[in-house]
């Protein structure tokens, strides 16, 4: 039987592979296109977003794996009834028991990897995205400007045009600046000469222009101000990338604080190896098909059933975020419902087919 297990494994992980590559391309291919839209407004560079692409790899992997490695179970074991091997392996004694014995050399596996990434590698990662972005916000300057085009940020309400830039894009000369006002006292700046500064202690950028005219208000109304300068000082926005989630998704998972939103934190990392074991056994329970059915027969009813497990968990996550429910139950109630699930329709399996 030990060829036996090793074929079943190897057909497993040929198509877990297959399946984590499609959905990954999928998963990354969105965020990515996310973060050109992005780039496009002004609040990243391209070299930026590929980097955060990077950066966020693990936590795709350990989102994408549990449903790539249910997929992968489901195609195997249905192969195995479509084909008729799973009569032979019957026949010969080898139930869902042990078929389960043979399929948990892979779900295990993989479930050890999530469980690395969930609770220490994302974190260490999420944490080094963090650094790297802070960095861009204190040295990037005015890297995005291109000479002689209209550069615009914030959502299409700040526009700077720069006639030259210099080498190290640390000074502009012949500066225009429009920023829109939500009051309606739109502002318009033009100067000879420009530089950015750095507030040491903050981090906080900001623009210092030189021997120019500022122009305050809309032209016709009787509050428009002419203003001449010197110098004048204005301060850099630095949009931060979701900062919120992204210094409690880089907190080590054992020194997640008790607010909500920490214990609903390390609850979802516990969670996703959780959700990861049960889903390898759960597509075990659900691929037994009948006579004469097809091998993809059971795909739909068993996404709904993957798809509904992944949805409660977000639910249960959300509802403790918000202090909806008690932080204690976690996410249990979701995953005891599905193992209970996964025990019943694996008994289902060596109990004989209704034609």
Known sequence: MRVAEKYVNKELFSLFFFILSFLLLVV???RFLSYLEEASLGLLSSGTALVLIIFRIPEFIQV???FAIFFAVLLTCS???????MAIFQSAGIGAYGLAKWLSISIVSITLLVAYFSLALTPK??????????DQRKTSNFEMITPGDFHTTKKGTYTIYSENVSSDGSSLKNIFVFEESNSGKDISLWAKFGEIGINDETGVRFLRLQDGVRYEGRPGSADYRILEFQSFVQKIDNPAIESEKLKLASTPT???NELSKGRAEFHWRMGLPIFCFVSGFLALGLSKTKPR???YAKVV???IFIFSYYL???FNHNAIVEDSMPSYLGLWLVHLLYVGLTIYFCYQVDKPSRV
């Open 28 to 30: 990354v291919g969105g």
């Open 64 to 66: 994408v794996a549990p």
């Open 79 to 85: 192969r195995l009834y479509a084909e008729s091997e």
């Open 125 to 134: 990662m999420s944490s080094l995205m963090e650094k790297f972005l802070l």
């Open 254 to 256: 054992l020194d997640l």
């Open 293 to 295: 059915q097809g091998r």
């Open 301 to 303: 009813p068993a996404a």
């Open 312 to 314: 409660l968990l977000l």
